[in-house]
Structure formats: structure tokens, C-alpha cells
């Protein structure tokens, strides 16, 4: 897990709340998911 949140944190930087450097990140951990799984849910926050 350790080596998952470094690649974040090296890949997105800084991710103030709605901002888009947080949905890349979430939009990179829905990928990782879909590696394991195809039932992989993603909820957009307006």
C-alpha cells in the first residue's frame, strides 16, 4: 500500500478538495481497481 500512496503523492502532488489534481488521482485509483476487478464504481462530486 505504501508503494501505491508514493506513486500518488509523486504523480498528483497537492490535492486541495474538488480541485483537478484530486479527480486525477481518484480517476488513477479507479484504474488501479479495474486491474482486479470490473466492478469498480466512481462518483463524481459536484
Given amino acids: ?4 500512496i508514493t ?3 509523486e504523480k498528483f ?3 486541495p478538495a474538488a ?5 486525477h488521482a ?6 488501479k481497481c479495474l ?3 470490473d466492478n469498480v464504481k466512481f ?3 459536484e
Fill in 35 to 37: 486491474q482486479y476487478t
Fill in 13 to 15: 502532488g497537492p490535492r
Fill in 1 to 4: 500500500m505504501i508503494p501505491l
Fill in 19 to 23: 480541485s483537478k489534481a484530486e479527480k
Fill in 26 to 31: 481518484q480517476l488513477f485509483i479507479r484504474d
Fill in 43 to 45: 462518483m463524481e462530486f
Fill in 7 to 9: 506513486e500518488i503523492i
